[in-house]
């Protein structure tokens, strides 16, 4: 997968289209990405001893990867993500606006 965890995304479809946030997990085999403030779904819980409290609570739910675009804090710009071959054979990843190596 592209995109990875600790990247910031820009969420580009869905209800919170718009909003950047970090990569908090990401799950390759789903292709997605639990991400920092986004996709809030409230969950009903019950109070289990002392530790919970009834009630509702928000809770960040996996978005598909498909929803997002890599956000770049070189060139601050939502971007897609290119590849380069460094010299060593290691492949790293480079934003296709500044072509700026992202790891
Ligand atoms: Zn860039």
Do not use: W
Not at 49 to 76: H, T, W, Y
Request: charged residues 30%.
């Amino acid at each position: 997968m592209k995109i990875r965890k600790n990247d910031t995304v820009l969420v580009i479809a869905g209800k919170d289209r718009g909003k950047t946030g970090k990569v908090r997990f990401a799950y390759p085999q789903k292709q997605k990405l639990l991400v920092e403030g986004i996709n809030f779904i409230k969950k009903h819980s019950k109070a289990r001893g002392q530790a919970r409290q009834a009630g509702i609570i928000d809770l960040e739910a996996p978005i598909n990867v498909s929803n997002v675009m890599l956000f770049c804090d070189k060139c601050n710009h939502p971007t897609r993500i290119g590849f380069r071959l460094l010299e060593d054979g290691k492949k790293v990843r480079i934003c296709q606006s500044c072509r700026e190596v992202i790891d």
